[in-house]
């Protein structure tokens, strides 16, 4: 049985860089018909932030992420808070305690640093195993008494090597320097990641740790407890970095790592985000892009994820996005499309009827990157434009002809529209058609014309389609108000 988990520490939101620790165990657990687990890594009390696992759950839903036991929804392993779990981890450490592979470590942090400081000085690599109180020898017994007490409980190393293999690493080993006695459970009662993680894992019945590779140096001190405790350890799955968009560093929050929640409320798809996530650092061999979750499913593969870093580029999630828009327009209708615009429109367009509006968005539908854009390109469809003579005037195809010669144009356009009776896409369409040769300008020229007369704006659709779409009385009185301010303007 395929059993995977996201184990998200609650210290904040969930950003670009750590999401795929989720993607990924749930494609391995779901494309196997396994299960996917949420467990809730809340043991730093320190760094706890309020609301972080609200935000987590809230993301993951919306990603398209469910989780089949865990936080929220519970499941034959609760509780899925690692603070709730308190006793199974003690129980545990007893185990070790017994053995004599845990001590209660009565040091004084100040004298942890002073050991620190010495090591470096000397240039020698701290291990707190070299400075092993004399208590680390107690009895199972009196170490007990001691841990009761308030003394944090030590793993204690015997140094080795360990060789292990990890499903993207590969083959990997090391030597005896790395071992050393970490701390399993804290002076507040609470295990360390470290400890909890392989208790939980194990509990749980995990059968693949998918997470960062930041936690590849620890390794061989996980190994040691997992052999002293005589338990399996799971498959190591480790995920290399998501690089920050410049230089070699890691994408943290710090080089400006966005929340994933921040990315929805800018109006990117969910599929755009998985697909885009999933695809930072693997790929199926072939030269797609584009994968829906079910396509993600079939063809995600644990040896096909590069194991070295992969750059962050919110350029290409911007483009995936827009093709999302697309690809949900095209395949599932306007009103797919329509149902996911909910709050990106301009406050002025909540006035308008539905059916207006998802007029207007299935003419700029494939312009837009972001649903947000919505914002910013739809304003004029819903509120008359200011006039900006400027904008007209300084226009590359327009600026050599007068605001006379403008203001002519616009006449002719206009007298030609008002003959039109069936105000239609084609009967517009073949009307510009006719005004281009009557003219005798380029369409750039006298399209650029209509087009920032009739919405000052720096995109808009197809001329004949916002015509349309903005109805003949409001476009001609658009025009004609542009051919005025150019006359009044010019004399
Ligand atoms: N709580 C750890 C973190 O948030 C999880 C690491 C793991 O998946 O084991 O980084």
Redesign the pocket.
């Known amino acids: 049985m395929i059993r995977t988990?996201?184990?998200?520490?609650p210290?904040g939101y969930i950003h670009i860089g750590?999401v795929r620790?989720a993607i990924y165990p749930y494609l391995i657990a779901k494309q196997a018909g396994g299960k996917f687990i949420l467990r809730i890594?809340d043991t730093d009390r320190a760094r706890y932030v309020d609301g972080a696992t609200d935000l987590i759950m809230e993301t993951l839903h919306w990603l398209g992420l469910d989780w089949d036991e865990g936080a929220g929804i519970g499941g034959p392993n609760e509780p899925y808070y690692q603070s709730e779990r308190k006793e199974i981890y003690h129980t545990w450490a007893r185990k070790l305690v017994e053995i004599g592979r845990a001590y209660a470590d009565p040091t004084p942090p100040e004298k942890v640093d002073e050991y620190r400081k010495a090591d470096k000085n000397a240039k020698i690599p701290f291990l707190f195993r070299n400075h092993r109180p004399a208590e680390a020898d107690l009895s199972p017994e009196e170490t007990m008494k001691l841990w009761e007490a308030g003394a944090p409980l030590r793993f204690k190393a015997e140094p080795k090597n360990y060789s292990w293999h990890d499903e993207v690493m590969g083959d990997l080993s090391t030597g005896p320097e790395v071992l050393d006695d970490i701390i399993l459970i804290k002076k507040d009662g609470l295990p360390t990641?470290n400890f909890a993680?392989i208790v939980d894992?194990f509990e749980m019945e995990v059968s693949h740790?998918?997470?960062?590779v930041?936690?590849l140096s620890s390794m061989p001190n996980y190994l040691a407890i997992y052999e002293a405790l005589n338990i399996e350890h799971p498959k190591f799955v480790s995920l290399p970095h998501v690089l920050a968009p410049q230089g070699n560093k890691k994408l943290s929050k710090r080089d400006g790592a966005k929340s994933v929640v921040d990315y929805r409320d800018d109006g990117i798809l969910p599929e755009a985000m998985l697909n885009y996530l999933a695809c930072l650092g693997w790929n199926d061999g072939t030269e797609q892009e584009i994968y829906t979750m079910s396509e993600l499913l079939e063809k995600f593969s644990i040896d096909r994820i590069q194991n070295s870093g992969a750059r962050f580029d919110e350029t290409k999630l911007l483009w995936q996005s827009g093709i999302w828009i697309r690809k949900i327009f095209d395949e599932q209708g306007v009103d797919a499309l329509y149902a996911r615009t909910e709050g990106f429109w301009p406050e002025s367009a909540m006035s308008y009827p539905e059916k207006y509006r998802k007029k207007i968005l299935s003419i700029v539908y494939d312009r837009l990157k972001v649903l947000s854009d919505l914002r910013t390109m739809t304003d004029y469809f819903f509120e008359t434009p200011e006039i900006d003579l400027e904008m007209l005037t300084r226009n590359k195809f327009l600026k050599k002809m007068s605001e006379q010669e403008l203001a002519e144009l616009l006449r002719i356009v206009s007298e030609r529209l008002s003959e039109i009776k069936d105000w239609n896409e084609d009967e517009l369409q073949a009307a510009f058609n006719e005004l281009l040769e009557k003219t005798a300008k380029k369409p750039a020229e006298l399209f650029s014309l209509v087009r920032i007369s009739t919405s000052f704006a720096p995109f808009s659709p197809a001329l004949h389609l916002t015509a349309a779409v903005l109805g003949r009385e409001n476009f001609l009185s658009r025009l004609n108000s542009a051919r005025s301010a150019l006359l009044n303007d010019g004399m």
Not at 5 to 9: I, K, L, T, Y
Not at 209 to 212: A, E, L, M, P
């Open positions: 988990r996201f184990a998200p520490s210290t750590n620790s890594e990641y993680h894992d740790i998918v997470r960062g930041e936690y």
